[in-house]
């Protein structure tokens, strides 16, 4: 059915209020650009924040009062949020003269509210630090949900449908509102320790000043902890040489790609349950798979002269590759001679990704497992006597049922983004990007990694970057709420 007035305005009131949340964040980067002087970014921040408020006010007032969405309504809520909200949010981007083109600065935008990290920005090293903390800031909004802010400060009856349309999977506690304010309070006690443990790193064994070591470790904690993959300096984690720095950064990536199921379950227990998860047990074996594939392919490769050097390249970029996070220690150009099993597990550890219900992009170990459990249990079937029973149940905080509806469900959405990494790498190969590279590059962005091996650069091709930032979006949020706005849209011009 074609939708009518009452459907905008359903959508453009929590539209709005989405609008509204992010004004009030981009309050903080007005406030460092002003108490630094920036007045350059601080009139482009202003800007911002008056776009965002007027946008959300007019949308907010569309509606007189509030009205319960239904699930297609909400999706298209959820959608259009994550393509709008960094189109404003490259405002100051584009008015800071370190992006080639206002397309660069939506890419990079982009790239911040997924938790990509993949950047166009040239001169990062002389980038004014409101603008850099405004970079790291959308990291922070991105992972831990826009949506999710609006439901913290906002209940409505669409909440739950806003809730899953973001890629949420079960809720941590009974309600959504409670269950956002824990993922908010789970980032804040993140953002606090972080602060803590590399302010003190970047001090002590780096020699940083209090001032740097705060604003380095807040950059890197935004990054980390929400597996973004921006840095503050063009050289990323490398720019520090120091290992002992290298496995601080390493514990919130960790941090970021675990569901905020396990860190509910971390905090208040049962703890042993862990140990029983089918998640858990299955990215901890993609990821000592991918990094024994990783190492073994480094060995044969003869880059590193010793085993410490590789032992520490390879661990750091498969963790920083499967935690979605996108970091690294070696610059693009080394990690393009990365062939062989070293490519191959690297790909391989991006494509798979981290935790359901996390900051990290890619599959998710959850449908990876879920995926291995429902092929094992036809091929059970197939040799078991005709009438055995199988268990077809899995531990995933309690026990669940491994119906055929659920392992349709989760073998779709794992060939979705099979064939999502293959659109961009199409699209790179017919440009003249080698193979390897195009793989390489497609399949960060569209899990939301941020590692590169120099095919993101100002000078690629628009349409390769209007690829990648349609792959950043649609990995991001996982298919069903694109899908639902695809619907929408049609129906406007084909509806009844």
């Not at 790498?425 to 390897?436: D, F, I, M, N």
């Amino acid at each position: 059915m074609r939708p009518d007035a009452d459907d905008f305005r359903a959508i453009a009131f929590y539209l709005g209020r989405i609008f509204l949340v992010v004004a009030v964040a981009g309050i903080l980067p007005l406030g460092w650009a002003a108490i630094g002087r920036e007045w350059g970014p601080f009139s482009s921040f202003l800007l911002m924040i008056g776009v965002y408020g007027v946008l959300g006010a007019a949308m907010v007032r569309v509606c007189p009062e509030e009205q319960r969405l239904d699930w297609g309504h909400g999706m298209v809520v959820v959608a259009t949020t994550w393509l709008l909200v960094p189109l404003v949010g490259a405002i100051p981007f584009v008015l800071s003269g370190h992006f080639v083109s206002p397309l660069d600065a939506y890419f990079d935008a982009m790239s911040g509210i997924t938790t990509t990290g993949l950047t166009l920005v040239q001169d990062l090293d002389h980038l004014a630090p409101s603008l850099n903390f405004w970079r790291h800031l959308l990291h922070f909004l991105g992972g831990q949900g826009i949506i999710i802010a609006a439901l913290v400060m906002f209940a409505g009856g669409g909440a739950m449908t806003l809730y899953y349309g973001e890629a949420r999977d079960d809720l941590v506690l009974p309600s959504v509102r409670s269950t956002a304010r824990f993922i908010w309070s789970a980032a804040i006690v993140h953002l606090v320790l972080g602060l803590a443990l590399l302010g003190t790193l970047a001090w002590v064994v780096l020699g940083f000043s209090w001032q740097r070591s705060l604003f380095h470790a807040l950059m890197l904690l935004f990054a980390a902890f929400d597996t973004g993959g921006f840095s503050p300096q063009s050289t990323s984690v490398g720019y520090y040489h120091s290992a002992i720095f290298e496995l601080g950064v390493a514990v919130f990536m960790v941090a970021g790609a675990l569901s905020f199921g396990v860190h509910f379950a971390l905090w208040r227990g049962p703890r042993r349950e862990l140990l029983e998860n089918l998640e858990m047990r299955t990215i901890i074996a993609s990821f000592l798979g991918t990094l024994a594939v990783t190492a073994v392919g480094l060995g044969a490769l003869g880059l590193y002269g010793s085993a410490v050097g590789l032992g520490r390249q390879a661990y750091f970029q498969v963790l920083s590759a499967h935690s979605g996070t996108g970091f690294a220690t070696v610059p693009s150009a080394e990690l393009a001679r990365w062939g062989g099993l070293a490519f191959g597990g690297m790909a391989l550890a991006m494509a798979l990704g981290g935790m359901a219900s996390s900051t990290a992009g890619g599959v998710k170990a959850l449908r990876v497992g879920l995926t291995i459990r429902a092929i094992a249990d036809e091929i059970r079937g197939v040799l078991l006597p005709h009438g055995a029973v199988i268990d077809r149940t899995y531990h995933q905080f309690q026990r669940r049922q491994l119906t055929d509806q659920l392992a349709k469900s989760v073998m779709t959405a794992s060939l979705l983004y099979v064939a999502l990494y293959l659109l961009g790498t199409g699209v790179a190969l017919a440009y003249g990007v080698p193979l390897q590279a195009a793989l390489f590059e497609s399949v960060s962005a569209a899990a939301n990694v941020g590692l590169s091996v120099g095919v993101t650069d100002a000078t690629m091709p628009a349409l390769l970057k209007v690829v990648y930032i349609a792959q950043m979006w649609m990995g991001r949020l996982e298919f069903v709420a694109v899908f639902a706005m695809v619907g929408f849209l049609w129906s406007i011009v084909r509806g009844k």
